[in-house]
């Protein structure tokens, strides 16, 4: 099973329309600073909660959700979506 | 008076793409049921319309200046007076126009190309409102 942030690469990779590839960037990477657009990333929104079976609150329904994959991340543990014990 | 301006750029393309896959799904999220009433239900019209609103949107974000980016649908493009659009904004985004001393906002948005546009001015008071 794959963990929360390479799910999260992988969403970002298929959906993001960068002109990078999301695996080469680090956790706190400004994705929008690596080419995310403000209008992918709520494609990539909607392809998480494909991905995970949740919907994001209209609280996180901002830009800056979207900054970092830390940020994702700490947005998807906010709804419960997190890595399985190891 | 200081003036701002917000400018953006949003390819149609890629709003009908995101109707057509995501249907109420995506559009709810980022428009007021105002907006979508405007811009009608067929997809392929209604994503031109759309697209414009999305860069409206983002022109607005780039003028207002606060610790988090407000959401999308407290932005809203509003039909007035002969159809001539206008910017009410509501919540966080109201807020933060008030805290700058904005009094005024001013929008044009255009299509053609495959692209849709706006640009937003705001007429910015020299004396900032105090936040309560």
Known sequence: ???????????????????????????????????????ASVNVMLALEDAF?????????RKGTF???????????????VDPPS | ???LVG???????EVAASIRQYGPRYTRRLYTAHELECCGE?????????A??????????????????????????????NDRPELVLSTIAADQARR??????????SHGGGVATATVVAQVSRRRMVAR
Do not use: C
Not at chain 1, 53 to 61: H, R
Not at chain 2, 7 to 13: A, S
Not at chain 2, 42 to 50: E, F, K, Q, R
């Open chain 1, 1 to 39: 099973m794959s963990d929360v942030k390479t799910t999260v690469r992988e969403v970002l990779e298929t959906h993001g329309r960068m002109p990078v590839s999301p695996s080469t960037l680090g956790d706190d990477d400004d994705l929008y600073d690596n080419g995310l657009s403000s209008h």
């Open chain 1, 53 to 61: 079976d949740v919907e994001f609150p209209d609280a996180l329904l």
């Open chain 1, 67 to 81: 900054q970092t994959i830390s940020a994702i991340s700490e947005a998807l543990a906010s709804m419960g979506v």
């Open chain 2, 1 to 3: 008076m200081k003036v």
């Open chain 2, 7 to 13: 400018t953006d750029v949003q390819p149609i393309d």
């Open chain 2, 42 to 50: 067929d997809p392929v019209t209604a994503a031109s319309g759309l």
């Open chain 2, 52 to 81: 414009a609103r999305f860069a409206a949107k983002e022109a607005v974000l780039k003028i207002l200046d606060g610790p988090e980016p407000a959401p999308w649908t407290s932005i809203e493009v509003h039909r007035g007076e």
């Open chain 2, 100 to 109: 700058q001393g904005i009094r005024h906002l001013s929008v044009s948005l």
